[in-house]
């Protein structure tokens, strides 16, 4: 009988990891797999599964019928771009709320909770109007601005959480020393809130990489599309070629897919700390 | 794990280290450091006001105007409120919003018992973290369109996945997207699905902050592990749940990238959602001044769920379990 419970206890931690992995992993299996199907063994009946003659014909492509490395490229200059760009102002927020004698404090803090959660189809009309007048249309600018901004509370929350674990007495001790404030920040408070601030930017490169709507609208011209509008080119009016949008949906999984692993323990962390993006 | 901070910083600010809040500035050096204080904070708050404030007042300004980009020569004419006395009129308007209302009744819920089963899963002792980690990550980290688009093909009639499932059981195939009720059934498991490991995750945080010994000293007293859950899992989580039902609601409000990628907002305006109504009112029908009036509607919704989260934030601030 004692001998069973643990065996008890190893079978149900199988079973959920089991269930988890499965859910989170089956959709992305299943679009592998039909990505690697022909036309043809995809009209079979009943359908199959594992594909039968694996094929990388899709792939192909995916790469010719739509500019699909350049929607990559583009995904990728707008991520980047804005993740620094709040990052950077982020850095200098959060520094600011945790370490400086601010007015307001609370009430500061409380607009950026409450701007994480503006909803973003109010955002787009008026954001469109003044990319229009701006003549940002179509220009990279015209999301990356708002990008790093949409994305700057979550940052702001986030870093602030790390920085206020750093000791004041850390840079008060380096003051003494001589340093500046602006000295100390880059000597003591930087490479310490380091991790912090590496979180944030994850945070904020994955919420520009998936982002929709505003890049449904900014960008008119697809040789300027992003990935998650330049997929939803590849369906016609009424077909929908599933091997052909699979293979290029797993092309633009992968990038994503691969950060996140990566850095899988920093993303929790990140997303617990900063809470505030569903 | 790190622990979450959210409450902290609130905290923070009040007790935990008042001589930074209180203080009238007297000293230069003081004065140096709040100005130093509106440098740091010059930079993100130029940004909000542009994209964010700027945009949002111009929102609101338009909603009174009629802006027809359609018609440019009957000019931009100020209605008052007839944009929304128009919406409170407009069939499509009320479609919308009761499809939106519908999605959030069933898919909150929804994705709360799912997420709260994968964060009491996730939460066993695993050997090897990591494809449990990650098999709550990737539904987070997939754009919602592509959510939307997977899912799509899931419900394809012929050649779906769940289709194969169901005639393999025995069941006829149904007509998962054509079907209004059966599309909006579709639409809410693929919102779940994409929105419950985010849940999940949060949840687990709260989960972990659970002492062990409670469980220890419960099982001595002979409680099962139902007991357990209902008298110490659930009460110590309560703050957590709360949290992520706010924040699920807020963003149910403004669902968008999951129908429009299964559905389009079809059959006929069946599953299109308030957030769907007002992209087409403005970039399809062209109609800026009574899309800006919806949208305006919009923000004001979400900004009262928003508020009762500050208020539950701020309130709540050092509760156990809650951070």
């Known amino acids: 009988m004692t001998a069973l419970i643990p065996l008890r206890r190893k079978t149900v931690v199988w079973f959920a990891a089991i269930v988890v992995a499965v859910n989170g992993f089956f959709p992305a299996l299943w679009i592998l797999f039909t990505s690697l199907k022909t036309e043809t063994e995809l009209m079979r009946y009943p359908i199959t599964y594992v594909p039968d003659a694996p094929t990388l014909a899709n792939y192909q492509q995916a790469f010719t019928e739509q500019p699909l490395l350049r929607f990559l490229w583009n995904s990728f200059v707008v991520a980047s771009l804005s993740t620094l760009l709040c990052v950077l102002v982020s850095a200098l927020a959060a520094y600011a709320l945790t370490r400086l004698r601010i007015p307001k404090r609370n009430l500061i803090m409380s607009v950026l909770l409450a701007v994480a959660m503006f909803p973003l189809i109010s955002l787009m009309v008026p954001l469109f109007k003044l990319m229009r007048e701006l003549g940002l249309l179509n220009t990279y600018l015209a999301l990356i601005l708002p990008y790093a901004v949409l994305s700057m509370p979550v940052c702001t929350l986030v870093m602030a959480s790390f920085f206020q674990d750093i000791p004041p007495d850390l840079e008060a001790a380096a003051m003494i020393d001589g340093c500046s404030r602006v000295g100390a920040l880059f000597r003591v408070v930087v490479p310490l809130a380091a991790p912090g601030v590496f979180t944030a930017a994850i945070l904020a490169f994955v919420n520009a990489w998936d982002e929709f709507l505003l890049a449904l609208t900014m960008m008119s011209r697809v040789s300027m599309r992003t990935l998650s509008v330049g997929i939803t080119l590849y369906q016609g009016e009424f077909a929908f070629p599933w091997p052909l949008i699979s293979a290029a949906l797993i092309v633009a999984i992968v990038p994503i897919s691969i950060l996140i692993a990566l850095f899988q323990e920093r993303v929790v962390g990140g997303l617990t700390a900063g809470g505030v993006k569903g | ?323």
Not at chain 2, 125 to 138: D, E, I, M, S
Not at chain 2, 214 to 235: C, M, S
Not at chain 2, 244 to 272: K, N, V
């Open chain 2, 1 to 323: 794990m790190r622990r979450p901070a959210r409450g902290r910083l609130f905290d923070h600010a009040t007790t935990a280290n008042p001589a930074l809040n209180d203080a009238p500035v007297s000293t230069g050096k003081d004065l140096s450091e709040r100005a130093l204080g509106f440098l740091l904070l010059m930079p993100a708050a130029l940004l909000l006001g542009l994209i964010v404030f700027y945009p949002i007042a111009n929102l609101v300004y338009d909603s009174f105007f009629s802006i027809l980009l359609t018609q440019p020569g009957l000019g931009e004419p100020f209605v008052g409120l007839d944009n929304y006395a128009r919406a409170m009129e407009d069939e499509r308007f009320w479609h919308a919003t009761g499809h939106t209302a519908l999605y959030a009744i069933i898919t909150v819920p929804g994705a709360l018992v799912v997420g709260l089963g994968l964060a009491l899963l996730a939460n066993l002792p695993f050997k090897r973290k990591w494809p449990v980690r990650l098999g709550l990550l990737l539904p987070w980290a997939l754009p919602l369109v592509f959510a939307g688009l997977i899912f799509r093909w899931f419900f394809e009639y012929k050649q779906g996945f769940v289709n194969d499932v169901m005639t393999r059981l025995g069941f006829e195939p149904l007509a998962w997207l054509t079907d209004p009720k059966l599309a909006t059934l579709a639409i809410s498991i693929a919102i779940i699905w994409k929105t419950s490991s985010f849940m999940a995750l949060m949840l687990l945080a709260g989960l972990q902050t659970i002492p062990k010994s409670l469980y220890e000293a419960a099982e001595v007293d002979g409680a099962t592990k139902w007991q357990q859950f209902r008298e110490i899992t659930l009460p110590m989580l309560r703050p957590a749940i709360f949290v992520a039902l706010i924040f699920r609601t807020i963003t149910a409000i403004q669902t968008f990238d999951i129908p429009y990628a299964m559905t389009g907002g079809g059959p006929g305006d069946s599953t299109e959602t308030l957030a769907m109504y007002i992209h087409k009112t403005t970039l399809d029908f062209l109609d800026f001044g009574y899309g800006s009036a919806l949208a305006t509607l919009m923000f004001v919704i979400s900004m009262v769920a928003t508020s009762g989260y500050l208020r539950y934030t701020r309130r709540g601030s050092g509760r156990p379990g809650e951070d």
